[in-house]
Each structure stands twice: as C-alpha cells, then as structure tokens.
C-alpha cells in the first residue's frame, strides 16, 4: 500500500496566479462541461429576493455554448422560470442529449438544437445523471433533509425502473467502470452540519445490487470519477477524499485549507501535462492546486470571486465567478487559466519528511515529537485527544484506533495516518 498523501495543513511553496481570459456569462454561472470542441455553460436561476417569483433583476436559468478555441458563442437559450438543476445533470455525448431536472419532470435535450425532444420521466427528484449511450438515466430521490434517500435507475426507452436505498440527502449518482466489474457511486450528503455525509457504491453481484457506505465527512458536495478512483470534495470538512473503487476504500484524504463557509466546491483533475494534479474551487474565491502523487498544494489560483464548476478545456483551465468574493449576490462570467504556465510551477526540492504514515501495529513512529495538543480526526470529522507512548514522546500510541484514514494534528506538524 502506498504512503498517503498529505493534509496539508501548513501550506507549503505556494503561488498565487491570476487568469489570462474572462468570458461573459448570464447571472450566476455554475457548471462547465467541454465536450469536443465546444464548451457548455450553465447557469442558475437568480431570484434575488428568494420570493418565488420573477421580479425585476431575477434572471432564468441558462445554457451557453462557446466555441473552445474562438470563445464565440455557437448558440444559447434560457430555461423557463422554475426550479432548474443546472449543476447536477446528465450527458450522452454519443446520443447528443442531455437530461435534466426542471420542476418534477426531467426532459432530455439536444445538445446540437438545445431544444427539448422528450420528457423521460416525471417525479422528485435532486440530481439526473445519463449512461454514456443515453439509454439509462439515475436519479436521486429525498423525501426530505433528514431521512434516507433513494437512487432510481430508469430505462429511457421502456420506461420502466426500480429504485434501491441511498443514505441521506443523495446526489450526483455516477457509473464506474473497474477490473472487478461496474459500479454506480453517489454522494449523500447528510444533515447540515452532522458529519455523516458518506459515498455510497452499489456493485451488480449476479444480479444483487450490494451496497457499501464509506464515510467521508461532513457536507459532501461534488464527486469526480477518474479511472478506478473517486474524487469526493467535502464541504464542511474543507477536504477531498480519495476512494479506490475497485477496493471500496478510502485511500487519500487531501485537506484544503479553508474553514467556516468558505469550503471546497467542486474538483477536476489534469493528467495530460506530466504530473497529475487535482485543481479545487473553493468559497475562499480561489482555485487549490495539488500534486496528486504527494498531496503537496503547489499553486493558488486567483479567482477574484466565489467559484463553483471548473472544467479542463485542452490545455485550459475554465472556472465559473459564480458569486462575489465576500457575498453570495450574483458574479456574471468565466476565468481562464492556461494550464501550461502552471507546469513551471514546482515546490523546492530540498528533501521533506513524508506527510502520511501507515500504522500496521500498536504504535507508530514519528519524525517529531507529540504536544500536548495532539488531535486525531477520521473522515467522519469526529476529533479525539491523542497520546505518545509513555517512553517515547516521537511514538503514536495507536491501539486504540479502528481502522480507517486519520488527520493528525500537533502544533505546527499535519500528517496523514492510515491504521
């Protein structure tokens, strides 16, 4: 098993950079999505006095496509008044559709046309989600905020469906594909503020779905699948856990740096430019950069305004000013970053003591001693006092620890410990 990668708690070489390009949106810009040569904005619905109702400054929810390259608009249109999912819907870029929530229906779009083809299928419903060839569409389910959910997988063409049990507050239901076989991954997110926000994995055993929960902290926001890894940004918890899909296991934990209402939003992840690196939007009106093989944070990207969706167009870096920095009133477009300025970035190279420590007995070596203030934290955010062993104040007492990924904290130092 690998060494973790850090929760860098201490910040270390860290650049700050600020984006080369803007392009105008409508009010409140939140999700990016680049498909081919084109690239999809969509925007929320802006009420700004939280009535209901269209009032003079409110603005529908929106959908502009942009030429990747030129940054012309190739066609738009606005959704009608209502309640739009604008940041939880699905694609199939072999149908050329996408599906999405409006009201209780979700309706399927062409994506060449950006006209309404078909109503797939009615009900309550918080997130929609489509198969790569479009025949299949997940949909999260919450008959309210504190009670479980479900996850309703629904045949487009027959219609028909069956429906399997979720943890709290479901969203983003997502396909996976590993050696062991296919999965479907979603995020619960929990109560406010109770720290019982998990990812949920359903695999098919011989036609059985089974069920596994991972806990990962409080407020779930955003899930990334790459290859046989899941990204989960955790909002109140103000970190990004890693799950290896086909172990079913939380495996990295990456803390941001931000607290208060100021979390991580959402992520992507860049492997084409040598070193993999997980790019995270926060409230703290920035981009987070990490190396995703040593969990070093190695470049800041200034924002200017509340972020949300981010996509990785070519060689660019697309992020939505979602909201002004220090308020939630509405921000009205979209950064760019180049991405190939970023791979001159590096961290000093002088040699560093690890960040993360795998615990296989009763105790565990440190590279510096343990203060009186010393916290263990899981994925659950549950915070315990820990202690050295008596003889030794650099040796972790651990036989106390389920297994599982910890944050350790004392004084200065912030390491990942997997017991």
């Known amino acids: 098993m690998r060494v973790l990668a850090p929760l860098c708690a201490l910040i270390c070489a860290s650049f700050t950079i600020v984006a080369q390009q803007r392009i105008s949106t409508p009010p409140q810009p939140v999700r990016i999505v680049a498909l081919g040569d084109t690239v999809h904005l969509l925007c929320a619905r802006t009420d700004v006095n939280f009535n209901g109702n269209f009032d003079d400054g409110d603005a529908t929810a929106y959908w502009k496509i942009v030429d990747a390259a030129s940054r012309q608009v190739i066609r738009e249109t606005g959704f009608g008044w209502g309640s739009v999912l604008v940041q939880r819907f699905g694609i199939s870029e072999e149908r050329g559709v996408f599906d999405i929530g409006f009201n209780d229906e979700v309706y399927r779009y062409s994506m060449a046309t950006q006209t309404n083809t078909d109503i797939v299928l009615?009900?309550?419903?918080?997130?929609?989600?489509?198969?790569?060839?479009?025949?299949?569409v997940w949909v999260a389910q919450r008959p309210n905020f504190t009670d479980p959910?479900?996850?309703?997988?629904?045949?487009?063409?027959?219609?028909?469906?069956?429906?399997?049990?979720?943890?709290?507050?479901?969203?983003?239901?997502?396909p996976y594909s590993t050696a062991n076989g296919n999965g479907l991954a979603a995020i619960c997110e929990g109560t406010f503020g109770g720290g019982n926000g998990t990812l949920e994995l359903w695999t098919d055993l011989q036609g059985a779905r089974k069920r596994t929960t991972i806990p990962v902290g409080d407020t779930p926001n955003h899930l990334l699948i790459n290859g046989d890894?899941?990204?989960?940004?955790?909002?109140g918890s103000h970190h990004v856990v890693v799950v290896d899909l086909a172990k079913q296991t939380a495996i990295d934990t990456f803390l941001v740096g931000t607290s208060g209402y100021d979390g991580p939003r959402e992520c992507a992840i860049d492997t084409a430019g040598g070193a993999a690196r997980l790019y995270v939007t926060t409230f703290s009106?920035?981009?987070?950069?990490?190396?995703?093989a040593t969990g070093?944070?190695?470049a800041t990207l200034a924002v200017g305004a509340k972020p949300e969706g981010l996509a990785i167009v070519g060689r660019e870096l697309w992020v939505t000013r979602t909201f002004v920095e220090g308020g939630y009133a509405a921000a009205s477009d979209v950064v760019i970053f180049d991405l190939n300025a970023l791979t001159s970035v590096h961290e000093n190279t002088g040699a560093k003591a690890p960040s993360g420590y795998l615990a296989v007995g009763g105790s565990l070596r440190l590279p510096f001693e343990l203060r009186d203030d010393a916290t263990l934290t899981d994925l659950a955010g549950k915070t315990t006092w820990v202690s050295a062993v008596v003889s030794d104040a650099q040796t972790l007492d651990c036989r106390h620890l389920p297994s599982g990924v910890y944050a350790l904290r004392s004084g200065q130092h912030s390491v990942t410990v997997i017991r």
Do not use: M
Request: charged content about 20%; proline content about 5%.
């Open 122 to 136: 009615a009900g309550s419903f918080s997130s929609v989600s489509t198969s790569a060839d479009g025949q299949t």
């Open 149 to 174: 959910g479900t996850i309703a997988e629904v045949d487009v063409k027959s219609r028909a469906g069956k429906a399997f049990p979720a943890g709290i507050n479901p969203q983003a239901p997502l």
């Open 229 to 235: 890894r899941a990204y989960v940004t955790v909002n």
């Open 285 to 292: 009106s920035d981009v987070r950069v990490f190396d995703v």
């Open 296 to 298: 070093n944070r190695i």
